[in-house]
């Protein structure tokens, strides 16, 4: 509760909203229907599956939506190799670093090495991957303290 009497419903100002963490779970689990359908449709190697229509139907999606999942799992499937190959890039940036580097410096040297790259891409990439930098605060004394 605020100091006014109200309460504060999405937490701390920084805080991620709840409204985003729905979203993203209600997608994880609709690609984990899609993922359900691919894998018991009747094919030449599942000859006992069943209908894509009737799969569709008894998890509740539609239909037309699966087939696009289905077009745009190749595509999502090279962005996912290119962010592992960029995630590598990051590791090294950071260990070279000894481990103080954070997603804006590791942005900079990747474009510094010719490399057109968002940073909240590298935020994103560094978080996913638990890969944080050292971030150093003064004390009351003056004293620096590493944490990190």
């Known amino acids: 509760m605020t100091g006014d009497g109200h309460v504060r419903i999405c937490g701390s100002p920084g805080a991620k909203s709840p409204r985003a963490t729905r979203l993203r779970a209600a997608e994880d689990e609709v690609a984990a229907r899609y993922r359900f359908i691919d ?36 595509a999502a499937e090279v962005r996912q190799a290119a962010e592992d190959e960029l995630a590598g890039e990051i590791r090294q940036i950071h260990a070279d670093s000894r481990g103080a580097y954070g997603a804006p410096r590791v942005t900079a040297k990747l474009r510094r090495g010719g490399r057109r790259i968002n940073r909240k891409k590298v935020e994103r990439i560094m978080r996913e991957r638990d890969i944080r930098g050292i971030t150093c605060r003064r004390t009351g004394s003056g004293a620096e303290v590493r944490t990190g």
Do not use: H, I
């Not at 009737?54 to 239909?63: F, G, Q």
């Open 39 to 74: 894998a018991e449709k009747a094919s030449e190697d599942n000859p006992g599956g069943y209908g894509v229509s009737l799969l569709c139907r008894a998890l509740k999606v539609a239909r037309s939506a699966y087939y696009v999942w289905l077009a745009a799992r190749p």
